[in-house]
């Protein structure tokens, strides 16, 4: 059975920074990209981060993201992480990882997400 447990969410002041996690288990995490996405209340799930290669050469990232959040993976601890700096109220939101095999577009599974609150 596939599990994505994201973990490292909570709540920090304005300016600060958390970094989130997304443990994997019953999957062959190196044949998987992980990607981030967020949802505010009341809004549209949004794109966060993700590795476009496999060889993790290459990430892209949402615009409202760009310069402040950083992607990375583990794969011999099966985890990916995202590294969120200068954090702002707008970035509040329950953040959730997927996995999708490399080259594939459709997101097979989703983690049950954790809640970010940023306070101003």
């Known amino acids: 059975q596939v599990q994505l447990v994201e973990s490292g969410g909570g709540l920090v002041q304005a300016g600060g920074s958390l970094r989130l996690s997304c443990s994997a288990s019953?999957?062959?995490?190196?044949?998987?990209?992980m990607d981030w996405f967020r949802q505010a209340p009341g809004k549209e799930r949004e794109f966060v981060a993700r590795f476009t290669f496999s060889n993790g050469g290459m990430a892209s990232y949402g615009e409202s993201v760009q310069g402040r959040f950083t992607i990375s993976r583990d794969d011999a601890k099966n985890t990916v992480y995202l590294q969120m700096n200068s954090l702002k109220p707008e970035d509040t939101a329950i953040y959730y990882c997927?996995?999708?095999?490399?080259?594939?577009?459709?997101?097979?599974?989703w983690g049950q997400g954790t809640q970010v609150t940023v306070s101003s």
């Open positions: 997927a996995a999708r095999k490399w080259g594939v577009a459709r997101y097979e599974y």
């Open positions: 019953g999957l062959t995490f190196s044949s998987y990209g």
